[in-house]
């Protein structure tokens, strides 16, 4: 009877030890997961991006991405405190591209492509800041929308 009980109790600590295993295997399955994702946020090494300089007469956006459109960072005139008429203002692009240029150091960007959106008078610095913090610059274009008064309207009814 002594070995029937040993045989069950080594059955019944062989299933849970399997089942801890097979818990602790998952375990680190998740935190390698979770290791990967922290490890891609901050530590991409990037050598080419885009800036996408969203500039209107009231405020002015400034946005860092990779080539395939996931954001890096971005920062605007509101965030770093200018109110009313000083945020459309050169020298807010200027500061707005400072504060961008900070959070994506890590990701050590050389080449820009730069994109402009927009009539605000923003858009020079910022393109001029972004040159002067030491990127090359490889395409600036213009993608500022232009209306073309739109469809055909419809025939007036005849009643």
């Known amino acids: ?17 399997k089942k801890v295993a097979g818990l602790v295997g998952k375990k680190e399955e998740s935190t390698a997961n979770v290791g990967k994702k922290s490890k891609k946020g901050g530590k991409r090494q990037i050598r080419k991006a885009q800036a996408h300089i969203q500039s209107t007469y009231n405020n002015t956006i400034v946005t860092i991405t990779d080539l395939n459109g996931a954001v890096l960072g971005w920062a605007s005139a509101g965030i770093l405190g200018f109110k009313g008429a000083k945020k459309s203002t050169p020298y807010a692009a200027s500061q707005i ?8 150091q890590k990701n050590n960007i050389k080449e820009l492509q730069v994109f402009v959106k927009g009539v605000g008078g923003g858009r020079d610095a910022s393109i001029r800041a972004l040159a002067a913090k030491g990127f090359e610059i490889s395409l600036i274009k213009d993608i500022t929308p232009i209306a073309h008064n739109g469809c055909r309207r419809r025939k007036p009814r005849r009643v």
């Open 1 to 17: 009877m002594s070995d029937d009980i040993k045989k069950k109790e080594g059955k019944i600590v062989e299933k849970s030890t």
């Open 97 to 104: 591209v400072n504060a961008v240029v900070e959070k994506v």
